[in-house]
Protein backbone atom coordinates (compact mmCIF):
# COMPACT_ATOMS: atom_id res chain seq x y z
CA UNK A 1 0.00 0.00 0.00
CA UNK A 2 1.31 3.60 -0.98
CA UNK A 3 0.50 6.86 1.15
CA UNK A 4 1.83 10.28 1.13
CA UNK A 5 3.26 11.67 3.94
CA UNK A 6 4.30 15.24 3.66
CA UNK A 7 4.72 14.83 0.04
CA UNK A 8 7.07 12.19 0.17
CA UNK A 9 5.92 8.15 -0.91
CA UNK A 10 5.70 6.00 1.72
CA UNK A 11 5.18 2.31 1.57
CA UNK A 12 2.87 0.44 4.22
CA UNK A 13 2.48 -3.39 5.02
CA UNK A 14 -1.65 -2.58 5.76
CA UNK A 15 -4.02 -0.01 6.76
CA UNK A 16 -3.78 1.65 9.95
CA UNK A 17 -5.76 4.09 11.69
CA UNK A 18 -3.98 7.48 12.35
CA UNK A 19 -3.11 7.00 16.29
CA UNK A 20 -1.07 3.71 15.17
CA UNK A 21 0.70 5.59 11.80
CA UNK A 22 1.79 8.39 13.83
CA UNK A 23 2.92 5.90 16.62
CA UNK A 24 5.29 3.92 13.73
CA UNK A 25 6.69 6.99 12.49
CA UNK A 26 7.85 7.98 15.88
CA UNK A 27 5.75 11.22 16.29
CA UNK A 28 4.91 12.45 20.01
CA UNK A 29 1.36 11.97 21.36
CA UNK A 30 1.26 15.56 21.97
CA UNK A 31 1.65 18.76 19.91
CA UNK A 32 0.42 17.31 16.43
CA UNK A 33 -1.78 18.15 13.77
CA UNK A 34 -2.67 15.49 11.18
CA UNK A 35 -4.70 16.12 7.94
CA UNK A 36 -5.82 13.45 5.29
CA UNK A 37 -5.98 14.44 2.00
CA UNK A 38 -6.22 18.07 2.98
CA UNK A 39 -8.84 17.51 5.89
CA UNK A 40 -7.77 18.34 9.19
CA UNK A 41 -8.60 15.45 11.39
CA UNK A 42 -9.50 16.03 14.97
CA UNK A 43 -7.56 13.82 17.50
CA UNK A 44 -10.64 12.18 19.26
CA UNK A 45 -10.62 11.17 15.53
CA UNK A 46 -7.55 9.31 14.96
CA UNK A 47 -8.21 5.98 16.47
CA UNK A 48 -11.47 5.76 13.79
CA UNK A 49 -9.54 7.16 10.60
CA UNK A 50 -7.61 5.00 8.67
CA UNK A 51 -5.48 5.69 6.74
CA UNK A 52 -5.97 3.53 3.54
CA UNK A 53 -3.95 3.12 -0.25
CA UNK A 54 -2.90 6.22 -1.78
CA UNK A 55 -4.19 9.03 0.70
CA UNK A 56 -2.47 12.16 1.24
CA UNK A 57 -0.94 12.51 5.09
CA UNK A 58 -0.38 15.85 6.37
CA UNK A 59 1.43 16.09 9.70
CA UNK A 60 2.62 19.10 11.22
CA UNK A 61 4.32 19.53 14.96
CA UNK A 62 3.84 22.32 17.36
CA UNK A 63 7.60 24.00 17.92
CA UNK A 64 8.93 26.28 20.68
CA UNK A 65 11.15 28.42 20.42
CA UNK A 66 11.96 32.04 21.99
Known amino acids: MQIT ?3 RP ?4 HALNVT ?3 SQLGY ?3 G ?8 VVA ?4 PSTIV ?3 REIEIV ?6
Request: glycine content about 12%; cysteine-free.
Open 61 to 66: TAVQGG
Open 52 to 54: TDS
Open 43 to 46: KASW
Open 20 to 22: ELL
Open 5 to 7: ING
Open 28 to 30: PDR
Open 32 to 39: VAVAVDGV
Open 10 to 13: RALD
